[in-house]
Nanobody, 118 residues
Framework: QVQMEESGGGLVRPGGSLRLSCAAS????????VGWFRQAPGKEREFVAA????????AYADSVKGRFTISRDSANNTVYLQMDSLKPEDTAVYYC???????????WGQGTQVIVSS
C-alpha cells in the first residue's frame, strides 16, 4: 500500500498563497493517481484536484480552477498543491490520497489545516 502524509498548511490572508505537499511512502513503485480533498468546518469532504500517475493530466473542482495547481515530483514521491488567490472559503483541512475520486478513498491521513483569514 501507499501511505500519504500532508504538510504545508497554515494561516494566510485572503489573496495569499500556500503550497501543500503530499509525501508518499510504502509501495511507491506502483502507478497511482493522487487526489487532494478538503473538509471545511460543518461541511462534507470534497474533491479539490487530482493528477494522473504520470503527472501529465490534472483535474480540478470548479471552485479552485484557475487558482490552484497540482503537480507531481515522481522522483521524490511528492505531489504538491499550489494554492494562489486564496479565499476565506478555502479554509479547510486538506487531505491527499492515492486515489483521484473521493468515493474510492478508504483511508485518510491527518490532513493539514489551511486557514484563510484577515
Amino acid at each position: 500500500q501507499v501511505q500519504m502524509e500532508e504538510s504545508g498548511g497554515g494561516l494566510v490572508r485572503p489573496g495569499g498563497s500556500l503550497r501543500l505537499s503530499c509525501a508518499a511512502s510504502g509501495h511507491t513503485y506502483k502507478r497511482y493517481a493522487v487526489g487532494w480533498f478538503r473538509q471545511a468546518p460543518g461541511k462534507e469532504r470534497e474533491f479539490v484536484a487530482a493528477t494522473s500517475w504520470s503527472g501529465a493530466t490534472a483535474a480540478y473542482a470548479d471552485s479552485v480552477k484557475g487558482r490552484f495547481t497540482i503537480s507531481r515530483d515522481s522522483a521524490n514521491n511528492t505531489v504538491y498543491l499550489q494554492m494562489d488567490s486564496l479565499k476565506p472559503e478555502d479554509t479547510a483541512v486538506y487531505y491527499c490520497a492515492p486515489k483521484a475520486t473521493l468515493s474510492d478513498v478508504t483511508h485518510w491521513g491527518q490532513g493539514t489545516q489551511v486557514i484563510v483569514s484577515s
